[in-house]
C-alpha cells in the first residue's frame, strides 16, 4: 500500500493553513493577524495589496490550534467528498469565492476582523446535502441541515461571542447556491 494525495484542493488547504499557524506561533509571530486577517469596516486600504489580499486569505490563518483543528475536522471530512462529486478545480473555486465573499461583507458590514475558515466549513456542509439530488428537486437533507446548522448559528449571533456567526451564515449560503447550480463532475 502506498499514501495517496487523494484530495489536492483540500490538503493542500489544510496543509497550507497548518503552516501558517506554526509560523505564526513561533518564528514569525503576528502572520496570521497580519496577512491572514481580513479587517473589519473602516479597516481596508484599498491602496495597499495586504487589504486585497486578506479578502480571501483569512480563511487560510487561524487564531490558535483549537480553532484550526475545528474547521478542519469537519473540512478534512466532507472536503474529499465534495472534492470527488465536483472536481478539484471546482471545489477551489468555490472556497476562494466564498472566501471572497465572506471577506467582502466583514470589510462592508463588521468592525472586528475576520479570521479562520468557519465560512468554507459551512459551505462545505450544506453543499454536502446536494450531493445526490436530481435537478428540480430540493433534497431533505438540505432542508433539515439548513434548519439545524444555519437555525443555530442566527440564534446564536444574538450572544455576545467571539465567533462570526454571520461567516458562518454567509458560507452556507454559497454552499446552497453552488449545490443549486453547480454540476457535478462526469
Request: proline share 3%; charged share 10%.
Amino acid at each position: 500500500m502506498k499514501l495517496k494525495y487523494n484530495a489536492p484542493a483540500v490538503l493542500t488547504f489544510a496543509v497550507a493553513s497548518a503552516a501558517v499557524l506554526l509560523l505564526s506561533s513561533t518564528i514569525m509571530r503576528g502572520l496570521a493577524v497580519n496577512w491572514f486577517a481580513v479587517p473589519g469596516r473602516g479597516g481596508f486600504r484599498p491602496g495597499e495589496l495586504r487589504s486585497w489580499f486578506t479578502l480571501v486569505s483569512h480563511v487560510i490563518g487561524h487564531a490558535d490550534w483549537n480553532h484550526l483543528f475545528s474547521n478542519f475536522s469537519f473540512i478534512l471530512l466532507l472536503g474529499p467528498i465534495l472534492e470527488e462529486s465536483y472536481g478539484s478545480v471546482s471545489l477551489l473555486i468555490m472556497m476562494i469565492l466564498t472566501a471572497l465573499v465572506t471577506g467582502v461583507l466583514n470589510v462592508l458590514l463588521f468592525p472586528g476582523a475576520l479570521l479562520g475558515a468557519s465560512g468554507i466549513v459551512f459551505m462545505m456542509i450544506l453543499l454536502a446535502s446536494f450531493t445526490n439530488f436530481s435537478r428540480g428537486e430540493i433534497p431533505l437533507t438540505f432542508i433539515l441541515v439548513l434548519m439545524i446548522y444555519l437555525g443555530r448559528e442566527i440564534f446564536n449571533s444574538f450572544s455576545n461571542n467571539n465567533i462570526s456567526e454571520f461567516a458562518h451564515i454567509a458560507g452556507g449560503f454559497c454552499g446552497s447556491l453552488f449545490g443549486f447550480f453547480r454540476t457535478k463532475k462526469s
